[in-house]
């Protein structure tokens, strides 16, 4: 598959070719580091959300936004629940449940049952994954 870039974005490169795969568009833009896959994951209570590479601004604290703080402050915990990181937030954003009290019209959270996972998207042209929590649920 050829990389057609169709346009720059506000994140860099727009690619257009991961429609519906959320784990070659995480294996792309984190190939990439740069830019943005739309249309890249479908829920029928939120519809499409975009992936965007983003960055780390703070590799100390694991501040930052997008793939690139996603990959900085959890592969490592994802790797030691033996999930490959792509494949892992596909099952969370596909699978998780909408908590509307932690939401508002910007930001729409949902989790799991066994642990918390949160994934807070913000609506541009489509809704973006920019954060992503791993936390495990008190007892």
Same mark, same amino acid.
């Not at 890249?40 to 604290?61: A, H, Q, S």
């Given at each position: =598959?050829? *990389? ?5 974005? %506000? #994140?860099? /490169?727009? #690619?257009?070719?991961?429609?519906? $795969? /959320? ?8 190939? =990439?580091?740069?830019? !943005? ?20 601004? *703070? ?16 592969? $490592? ?5 033996? #999930?490959?990181? +792509? ?11 909408? $908590?509307?009290?932690?939401?508002? /019209?910007?930001?729409?959270? #949902? ?8 994934? +807070?998207? !913000? ?12 936390? %495990? %649920? /008190?007892?």
């Amino acid at each position: =598959m050829t *990389d057609k870039k169709t346009e720059v974005g %506000k #994140y860099g /490169p727009i #690619y257009e070719q991961f429609k519906d $795969n /959320p784990v070659g568009a995480i294996k792309h833009l984190r190939k =990439m580091k740069n830019g !943005e896959c739309r249309n890249v994951i479908y829920r029928d209570d939120l519809g499409y959300v975009d992936f965007i590479w983003g960055e780390v601004t *703070d590799p100390i604290k694991h501040k930052g936004y997008g793939l690139a703080h996603i990959i900085d402050k959890h592969e $490592n915990e994802i790797k030691r629940l033996h #999930y490959e990181l +792509a494949t892992f937030i596909s099952i969370v954003i596909k699978y998780g449940k909408f $908590n509307v009290k932690k939401s508002t /019209p910007q930001k729409r959270v #949902y989790e799991s049952e066994t642990f918390r996972f949160i994934v +807070a998207v !913000e609506k541009g042209r489509n809704w973006l994954l920019t954060s992503f929590d791993l936390i %495990k %649920k /008190p007892k």
